[in-house]
């Protein structure tokens, strides 16, 4: 079995549950398998890879756990600058209603390389309109080509605007042919195993999209398929005022009374949430997406991200559609987070303390791997994927960090770092 070796990296950050750092470290694979993490004098001396990665950092490969890579196609578009959610989707749905396959494949493949080279090795898409033929296997083949791992969301909007939703009904579907295409798609792609490059969830776009009925159902296939549940939740005030006003419920109350809590739900966002909220999303362990640049983006808010880690609820960062993004950098998503998490202790720290770059770095890596349902990767530990990046040091940007090079990579201005997919391959090999 193909064996691979890293050695001699300056510092390896395993984010394993001791959060051990590791000076001089490296690790030791079979097979795509951890087996060894370690000061490098204690590793094997040979294997059929060696990777030298002195003057490198090396973190757990990034997470990305909320993406629409098809919005890839769509940044800055003029008319969309500076709205809010709802202007800014009504601006949006008749310009992606005109996508097709092709452009899906492209936009796919666009915004896995740019998530490589931020340090993303595992990421979640979340599709919901399937315009003029296109489909979610157009995104698996197009993943597969790039190589990260890939979770496949399968989304929906089925509550056109003639039906009281937002969207223009010329991009919903009729809720019979996607529970049914999302049953599909799960038995074709969706493959649970460790190590899995692809999964598949199902995962109705937002409550003002869809109806009750098509997130009950979802639910319930989910559930009897043994695959995740995704949603957006919570993202506005705009959102907040549509559940009371059509459901008498706040959106997580709502979830909650329609079985959309668990350790297998995770939703997108979750701007707005009571401390009762946060109740029941920490007690039934459903997971947050949180998504800093695009709630900065379209000024939907400032997600109360401190009190779930207080509640030692499962965080993941998403850097989010790129249309509300406009990049899809997640490293520089890891800095977003800290740095807004820090304008909720403001004035001076009266809110409390700081959140940590560390504590930044962990939400990208094993806190995403939770949030994601995969306990193969997310750290560097024995028994888990080889998913790792490189970061380089000798670079302008690190320039007087050496004190602390792991706290750079999230402080510093974001850069892109050296991805090791499946470095034990040939291709891997002569990178
Ligand atoms: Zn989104």
Redesign the pocket.
């Given at each position: 079995m193909p064996t691979l070796l890293v050695r001699n990296v300056t510092l390896v950050a395993t984010m394993d549950r001791d959060r051990r750092e590791i000076p001089g470290g490296g690790l030791y694979a079979v097979d795509g398998i951890i087996r060894q993490v370690g000061p490098s004098g204690e590793l094997p001396d040979e294997a059929d890879v060696v990777l030298d990665l002195d003057g490198h950092v090396v973190v757990p490969g990034l997470v990305n756990t909320?993406?629409?890579f098809y919005q890839t196609l769509t940044r800055a578009i003029p008319a969309a600058q500076d709205a809010g959610l709802f202007d800014w989707l009504r601006v949006l749905y008749p310009i992606w209603a005109r996508i097709g396959p092709d452009d899906v494949r492209a936009a796919t493949q666009v915004a896995l390389a740019e998530l490589a080279l931020s340090g993303c090795t595992t990421a979640a898409d979340?599709q919901y309109l399937f315009p003029n033929g296109s489909s979610l296997t157009d995104q698996f083949e197009a993943a597969a080509e790039i190589g990260l791992r890939f979770h496949g969301a399968r989304g929906s909007m089925s509550l056109g605007e003639s039906a009281g939703g937002l969207p223009p009904d010329s991009v919903v579907e009729d809720e019979r042919a996607i529970v049914d295409d999302m049953a599909e798609m799960v038995d074709r792609h969706h493959d649970p195993a460790i190590g899995s490059m692809t999964q598949v969830v199902v995962a109705p776009c937002s409550p003002f999209s869809v109806t009750l009925d098509l997130m009950r159902e979802s639910a319930e296939l989910a559930r009897d398929k043994g695959v995740l549940l995704h949603t957006?939740l919570a993202?506005t005030i705009d959102e907040e005022e549509y559940c009371l006003e059509h459901h008498g419920r706040r959106p997580v109350e709502l979830m909650a009374d329609i079985g959309w809590v668990g350790d297998d739900v995770w939703y997108?966002?979750a701007v707005f949430a009571t401390d009762d909220e946060i109740e029941i999303m920490s007690r039934s362990r459903t997971g947050v997406a949180h998504?800093p640049t695009?709630n900065m983006r379209l000024a939907s808010g400032l997600a109360p991200v401190r009190k779930y880690l207080a509640s030692d609820m499962r965080v993941g960062l998403?850097v989010?559609?790129s249309a509300?993004n406009d990049g899809s950098h997640l490293l520089a998503e890891a800095r977003q987070a800290m740095l807004l998490a820090r304008l909720d202790a403001a004035p001076s720290l009266s809110g409390g303390a700081l959140l940590s770059a560390r504590t930044a770095l962990e939400m990208a890596t094993r806190g995403g791997a939770e949030v994601l349902g995969r306990s193969d990767i997310g750290s560097l530990e024995v028994g888990k994927c080889a998913d790792f990046v490189a970061i380089s040091l000798d670079r302008l940007e690190y320039a007087g960090t050496q004190h602390d090079p792991l706290a750079a990579v999230v402080f510093a201005a974001p850069v892109h770092v050296r991805p090791y997919l499946r470095p034990w391959s040939p291709r891997g090999a002569r990178r």
């Open positions: 909320h993406h629409h979340h957006h993202e997108a966002h998504c695009s998403g989010d559609g509300s």
